[in-house]
């Protein structure tokens, strides 16, 4: 009671008494108007007294206002006595005695505790005859055990109160987004804990219900304000009864006040908004699985989205749960419950919660019951459904429109990791506009995350529950046309961006795609390169998905339409794993093309890694391929893949040899045949850097010429990087320098522009030996480093040779 007198009013002791008589008159729901004629009192005497402008008002007026606000004879006592106090509570024993007595008068009225609520917002109360206790209402729920993490989230959320907001432009309103189970309630509650001290005038707290599973419908704000009000005191029959009166009383009662508000599970922005205080003063804590930008755009709320924890995190939050004993038993074992439970807060506390039940259980046991991801959110399953991952991923889902429910089971089909904009309409069959629809409709219902512009994501355990929905709704038929499209949009897409990316590269066409389609097109080379490095990691799942589908004509073409790009930018491994599913997709087929294609695919990506022992089976068995196919253009690039590979062994003479046997083939077709030009001037180009190696440097020159002559003419960038390259090395071997320099730097161009990263890196080699047999260190350096930086990425032998230079340069350097 901050030190009031029993029986009295008991106006806290930090509240101005004008601050108390004006929320008393709101409760009442009077103007100032109304309450001037009520009591007899002028309107400016009231408005003085309300702004602490009257120091020692006429106790007969206060009296009066008293009457009109229909509060006890003791109020207008005690009231007196906290003006002529200056505000502050008083201790006068005299007035102490006349309260009491004035309240035995009264008839006995008593004051009634209101207690702080529980969760749902409810309070206690007792009877009251006209008069009920103020107290500070503290109804945060406690913080949940365990907090792990989300430093970066705290650090933004008290971003918002340090930065100065509070107070100077309107209620500061924070807004914690993400999907289900993410833990937004957790860290609402953390940071509320954390802030509490600073809104001395209480914390409120509600559950909205927007997503519960046992709600029937979101809770209504009307429900919430009630129970607000009733929170701080207001008398049942001062309660409105429609939201927007209620509202603007819930505001007028909060004026001035320094509040904490908690609004939990919030279901949509128009849920939340009847619930905003307008006091500067007070701070709003909102948690959603819906997206609250509209919050953000109006109220200028700060919005926080949370994602799945960080590895560090999950594997923290295991430790300190699972005690420190039993995970250091099973470290590896740790970490992999963390990966399978994809991270995601609730799906860690139901793991801990079964390794709880059965303590001597090996935590390795519970990692391999969750392995299988069709039966992941079984093994999730704790017997409550507010902690069943199934059921509370079921809230979000059942609340979608259909369009973005078929979406997302649809989703479910595809492979992963993440999808583009322009994949999943193909995969729905939709136009564009109807596509971005759905998207963005899961996007707000916290079930995909956008996690660049176009592109889409969601963790394993949101994939797992698309895929059974899918399951469940989605017929057979129509699982195998969504597939269908899908497969044709990558097929249809990389077949566009080689083209664009290697125009004039040998390369097989692909079958029309299906109904519903949209391939993608790219405006020029930068754009298809980075689609297929955006894409790099999902086509090496489509291709497999391809293949446990059936669909194994798609899983051999594509990886043989990737062939160039994971060739030209070092993606060895990543090529050489595709081709081996082409391989017995194609063989699965009977397709002896496709098995040619993939066999010379592979014997270029073992040449690559330096298994020569491989690369020259699988190059001969090509060739014994595309020979009984009769298939010329096929034989003579296989040809000159072989004669690279000798090249590589330091077999000069053999390797011209057999890129003789090439050139023969293309000869009287490259005027013709733009693929048999580009298979003739990859051949020309073989033929010079053999012929250098072997001092023959002015058939080198002519046979470079040539090259870049035909290579400039199909569009070939390439074979034409590759041939400025060695021709810069014809000219560095004859001491033509300052050409040699600028045949490199001209091969430098291209090689960057199409992301040939090994090639560049030789380049770039090449280039440095130039420099330092003309005294540019610098340069050398320069460029050596460069070199070395692209070879140890790709885990390339010829990464020693580079720092041997760089070590011998700096060696003569000191020396010097």
């Known amino acids: 009671m901050n030190g009031a007198p029993p029986g009295a009013l008991g106006i806290p002791g930090r509240v101005r008494p004008g601050e108390w008589l004006r929320n008393q008159r709101v409760v009442a729901g009077l103007t100032q108007e109304d309450l001037a004629e009520r009591s007899g009192v002028s309107v400016r005497a009231i408005a003085d007294l309300e702004r602490g402008r009257t120091r020692r008002p006429y106790p007969s007026s206060v009296r009066a206002l008293a009457r009109a606000l229909g509060l006890p004879e003791t109020a207008g006592a005690e009231l007196v006595a906290r003006y002529r106090a200056g505000g502050v509570a008083s201790t006068d024993a005299a007035v102490d005695e006349r309260a009491e007595q004035a309240g035995a008068a009264g008839g006995g009225a008593r004051a009634s505790a209101v207690s702080a609520g529980g969760p749902d917002g409810s309070v206690a109360h007792g009877a009251s005859a006209a008069v009920r206790e103020t107290t500070v209402p503290r109804q945060l729920p406690s913080g949940v055990a365990h907090f792990a993490g989300r430093g970066a989230e705290l650090a933004a959320l008290d971003a918002v109160l340090g930065g100065g907001a509070a107070g100077e432009v309107g209620v500061v309103i924070s807004a914690i987004g993400g999907t289900a189970g993410v833990g937004k309630t957790a860290l609402a509650l953390q940071w509320a804990h954390q802030v509490a001290d600073k809104f001395p005038d209480g914390q409120l707290y509600a559950n909205l219900r927007g997503f519960d599973a046992g709600a029937g419908q979101p809770t209504d704000p009307a429900d919430v304000l009630r129970g607000f009000l009733d929170a701080f005191g207001v008398h049942p029959e001062r309660i409105p009864h429609d939201t927007e009166s209620l509202a603007a009383l819930y505001r007028s009662v909060l004026a001035g006040r320094r509040m904490l508000v908690l609004l939990d599970n919030a279901a949509d922005v128009a849920q939340v908004r009847p619930l905003l205080p307008a006091s500067p003063e007070c701070l709003v804590i909102v948690t959603s699985r819906r997206e609250l930008s509209a919050l953000a755009a109006r109220e200028g709320a700060v919005l926080v989205q949370l994602d799945v924890l960080s590895a560090q995190e999950a594997n923290e939050l295991l430790v300190a749960r699972l005690g420190a004993d039993r995970a250091t038993a099973e470290p590896w074992a740790v970490t992999e419950l963390a990966t399978l439970c994809a991270r995601l807060p609730l799906a860690l506390s139901v793991i801990v919660a079964r390794a709880a039940a059965a303590p001597r259980l090996p935590l390795s046991a519970l ?62 069959g939709l136009p564009a506009a109807d596509a971005r629809v759905a998207l963005r409709d899961l996007v707000r219902a916290s079930l995909l995350n956008e996690t660049v512009p176009g592109r889409y994501a969601f963790h394993d355990l949101l994939r797992a529950y698309a895929a059974e929905q899918s399951a469940l709704s989605t017929t057979a038929a129509e699982v195998e046309n969504t597939t269908r499209r899908m497969l044709d949009h990558y097929l249809q897409t990389a077949h566009h961006a080689h083209g664009v990316l290697y125009p004039g590269r040998e390369l097989m066409a692909p079958p029309p795609a299906a109904a519903g389609v949209t391939a993608e097109s790219f405006g020029g080379k930068a754009s298809a390169l980075a689609w297929l490095e955006a894409e790099n990691q999902v086509l090496l799942k489509v291709v497999a998905r391809a293949a446990s589908a059936g669909f194994d004509a798609h899983a051999w073409q594509l990886p043989v339409v990737l062939w160039t790009y994971h060739n030209v930018c070092g993606h060895w491994h990543d090529g050489a794993r ?45 060739q014994s391929a595309f020979a009984a196919l009769g298939d010329d253009l096929g034989l003579a690039r296989t040809d000159v893949i072989l004669g690279q590979m000798l090249e590589y062994q330091g077999r000069f003479a053999e390797a011209l040899s057999v890129v003789g046997s090439a050139l023969s083939l293309s000869s009287g077709h490259a005027s013709e045949d733009p693929n048999m030009a580009l298979v003739r001037a990859s051949a020309l180009n073989g033929s010079a850097w053999n012929n250098v190696q072997l001092g023959e440097l002015s058939t080198a020159r002519a046979n470079c010429l040539q090259a870049i002559e035909l290579c400039r003419a199909i569009g070939y960038s390439p074979g034409e990087a590759g041939t400025w390259d060695t021709l810069g090395v014809v000219h560095q071997r004859l001491g033509d320098h300052a050409s040699a320099v600028t045949c490199f730097l001209n091969a430098i161009t291209l090689d960057r522009e199409m992301g040939n990263r090994y090639d560049l890196a030789m380049v770039l080699l090449h280039l440095g030996d130039t420099y330092a047999l003309t005294g540019d260190g ?13 070879l140890e990425v790709l885990h390339h032998p010829a990464t020693g040779e580079v720092r041997s230079r760089l070590s011998s340069l700096t060696l003569r350097s000191v020396a010097s």
Do not use: K
């Not at 369009?403 to 649809?410: I, K």
């Not at 066999?599 to 090509?622: I, K, P, W, Y």
């Not at 050398?780 to 692209?790: D, F, G, M």
């Open 367 to 428: 990692a391999a019951e969750l392995t299988e991801l069709g039966g992941r959110l079984d093994a999730l399953d704790v017997g409550d459904p507010a902690a069943n991952v199934r059921t509370v991923l079921s809230l979000s889902y059942r609340h979608l429109p259909d369009a973005a429910a078929r979406m997302f089971r649809l989703l479910g089909l595809h492979p992963g990791p993440d999808i583009s904009a322009a994949a999943a309409t193909s995969l729905a």
């Open 578 to 622: 595709l081709h081996r599913c082409a391989l017995a997709a194609a063989e699965r087929r009977g397709d002896l093309s496709g098995q040619a294609y993939a066999l010379r695919g592979l014997g270029s990506f073992a040449m690559s890694v330096g298994n020569f022992a491989e690369a020259h089976e699988c190059l001969s068995s090509a």
């Open 778 to 790: 610098d340069g050398a350096r320069a460029a050596w480093e460069e070199s070395v930086l692209i």
